[in-house]
Structures are given as C-alpha cells and as structure tokens.
C-alpha cells in the first residue's frame, strides 16, 4: 500500500511535469461543445452550426434531448460541476468494477487498479478524465449494468444500459459481445438490442429530418475532414491514407474490417475450445480477453476508449509473461510512451504506442490461453481413453466388496 502511493505522487508529478503548460487546454475539452449545441438547440438555432468548430458536435438529435431534460434537474448555474463530478466519480469506478467483478485477480485491489488505470502509458486515463467526454460515464453504466449477468446471466439491465450508450454513440454497440462471449443464449437478445438501436436512428430521421441531417453533416467533418479517425488499426491506416492522399481511402475500412472480423473469429473459436473447463464469466483472464476485444473492434478508439483497453492489457500481459513484478512492468509498459510525441510528429497518431501495446497484449495472452486449453483437453482425451483399473480379484467376496454388492 505505501508504495502505491509513493508511485501515485510519483505519477502525478510526472503528468504535472509533461502538461503544465497546457494542462487549461486538456481540461473540459469535450463539454463545452455539448454546452454550447444544447444551449444553441433550446434558443432556437442550429446546434450542428460550423461555428462550433474546430471540434463540431458528434452527437445524433436524441442527445439533445435527453441532455435538455438532465440539465432542467441540476440546480441553477450547475450543471457543468454536476456534470464533472459525476463523470470524475465513473472515470474511478470503471477500474474497481472491472477489477472486482470481471478480472477478480488478487493481486489487484482497489488503489493499484486506479494506478494502473491512471497511470497507464502516456497517461490515458487521465487524458481522457480531462476531456470530460461522456463516454467515460457510458461505460461505467454498462460494466455496472453488466455484473448481474456475470453473476446470474442476467442480462436486461445490460442491454437497456447499451441501448442508451449506443443511440448516443452507436459504436457501443461493441460491448454486445460481452453477453456473446461471457453469457449463455445471448444472440437473440443481442440481435434485438441492435435493431432497436437501428429503430431509433431511423425514427430520428423521420421525426426531426433537419437536426439528424446537420447530425450527419458534423458526423463527416468532424472526423473525415477534420482527420478524427481515432487510433485503432482503421485509425492509423485512415490517418496514414490522408497523408498522402486526402480522407480516409477505401483501404482503411477493408483493413479495419478485416481486422475485427479476425479478432472476432479468433475469440468465438478460443471460446468454443475453453467452454467444456467451466464457466467463463468466472475466468478472469478471459473476461479481459473479452473487455479488450470490445476496444478492439472499435473502429473509433480515443483515448476514453483506449484507457479502458490499457487497463484490460495489463491483465493480460501479467498473465502472458507469468511475472509477480507488477510495478516493475507498469514503469517499462509507461517509460516509452514519453518518447511518442518526440517520435511520432502527427498528433492524430500520438495514441498509436497504446494501440500496439493493446495488440501485442492480446495476442500473447490469446497464443498462452489457446495452448493451454489445448493442454488441458489433451490430458481430458488421455483421461477419458484410460481403461478402468483392474481390480485384483482373489475370491468372490472381493469382488462383491469392490461393486458395492
């Protein structure tokens, strides 16, 4: 416990060192532009306007909304210190969920899950803390929503938690594989979530044809135009294709879709070779398999996505390099991350070290997970093919004695 924290001061002098100078900036980047739409939409003009540029408003007419109703609830001139304690309060409760209810080693407890999370490299957590994006409180929804169904198979309050987060960023959809892949029966209820996501998308462009199309509109510039591709495998090839030629390129969705097509097939089939040992949701290593995954298959990762992916990587590297130097191995996963903006001099791929940690992370556990069920069906089959052992009968009640006779 000391030492954690003697590594918590250590880590905020460093981020304080790195973004002094411009730690104003990183501070509530994402929710003035939500201020700014709500408040443009409820007097009457258009929230998608360019003027909200350079970082336009993401978010489909249904957002509006609901976000129009929340703030009539917070108290009068609050609602930005509303809204950022309560996203301060689920960017810390992601990492204790995950810790406790989906990874549940013992080796991580309360405060080393938040260094992990915060620390993580080129301090991701905390960047996206700063942002105030509200993808940070979505996910807290769904993970907690999610522990029924780890527990019980109980799953409802999951998919009402992903409905709400994908209408406001249909990407979330992703997290549909937890049930996939940690439940039972689960496709037909998954299926449902998605088209009723679906349904709401179409509604809103019949309802309110106008703000779904500026909607639209800021959807392209502010990521095709403006080069917010994200740092995933599509991000990185997008960015890359821009470069040299200008949007994204068709190149970029192939991969990318080749990719999490892959990372999908690679998953269910590890799965069907690891069910036959026993529940999944109770394997910990598995569950951050999954959670990892999720990020994965996101064709849009930022950082509110990649601290979550981060924090899921360092379970599995722990467990692909079988080490106890768990300090040890947060410094060497951290220390080069500090070099990448010397390194890498596009901002919009500053994220590209996390991705391939993510990577690498994945793969090694995937390649030790596969061996070992491997293993472990192997000796199954050799049990399994033994004769029964003779028993050395030298009279008649013996025999009777040894059937229970």
Known sequence: MPVVLVFFAAAALVFWLLHQGHVRDLWLEDFPVYARAVHSWLTGHDPYDASLAPLFFLY???FLYISSFLSHLAPANSGAATYAVVLTLAACAIPLLLARYFFRMVWLG?????LIFFASSRFTGVLALCSMNIASILYCLAFAAAVPG??????????LAVFLAAIIKI?????????LLAGRRQWLRSIGCCAAVAAMNLLERILVPSLYEGY????????????????????????????????????????????????????FLLRRRLE??????????????????????????M???LDIALFSGFVLWVYGLRTQRLLVLLILLFLPSLVVPLVVLNPHLHGI??????????????WRMWREAGSEQAKMKRGAARPVAEIPVTDLSQLRKASGA
Do not use: C
Request: proline share 5%.
């Open 60 to 62: 489909p007419p249904v």
């Open 110 to 114: 309360p405060l080393f899950a938040l």
């Open 150 to 159: 780890l527990r019980k198979d109980k799953w409802m309050w999951f998919y």
């Open 171 to 179: 990407t979330f959809l992703a997290l549909l594989l937890l049930p």
């Open 216 to 267: 639209e509109w800021s959807l392209k510039q502010g990521i095709l135009a403006e080069q917010q591709f994200g740092y995933g495998v599509f991000g990185i090839v997008a960015t890359y294709h821009h470069k040299l030629h200008s949007g994204a390129g068709v190149g970029a969705y192939i991969v990318g879709g080749v990719f999490a097509l892959t990372v999908l097939t690679l998953m």
């Open 276 to 301: 036959p040992g026993g529940e999944l949701a109770n394997n910990g290593v598995w569950m951050a398999l999954v959670v990892t995954t999720i990020i994965l298959v996101n064709p849009r990762e």
């Open 303 to 305: 950082q509110y996505d």
């Open 353 to 366: 070290y996390e991705t391939m940690l993510v990577l690498a992370a994945f793969a090694l556990a995937f």
